[in-house]
């Protein structure tokens, strides 16, 4: 079992920044990642991806403003979030899965992001 942590959610301001982390006990997790968000009553949207050589993906609706980055060790990861926009505000999850595999396996509990004008 991989146990996922979030921290760094918050209120902002729209136009304003902040900085999502995951962090896992687990050393060297060599598992693709990802951030995806949820909206009460909408159903949970992938909206960043990285994989084991870096290579990343990002949801349309957040290309240009938010990057996903792993630390070197693979026990971390990132979303930086710029120019924030309050359609931005959701429950913000990171998730891990075998790279071979098309779903999410692990999951961590969550950090509310909340975006006002």
């Known amino acids: 079992q991989v146990r996922l942590e979030e921290s760094g959610g918050g209120s902002v301001q729209a136009g304003g920044s902040l900085r999502l982390s995951c962090a896992t006990e687990?050393?060297?997790?060599?598992?693709?990642m990802g951030w995806l968000r949820q909206d009460p009553g909408k159903e949970r949207e992938e909206i960043a991806s990285i994989d084991l050589d870096g290579i990343t993906t990002y949801a349309e609706r957040v290309k240009g403003r938010f990057t996903i980055s792993r630390d070197a060790g693979l026990t971390k990861l990132f979303l930086q979030m710029n120019a924030l926009k309050p359609e931005d505000t959701a429950v913000y999850y990171c998730?891990?899965?075998?790279?071979?595999?098309?779903?999410?396996?692990?999951w961590g509990q969550g950090t509310q992001v909340t975006v006002s004008l």
């Open positions: 998730a891990a899965r075998p790279c071979w595999r098309a779903q999410y396996k692990y």
């Open positions: 687990e050393m060297n997790m060599r598992y693709c």
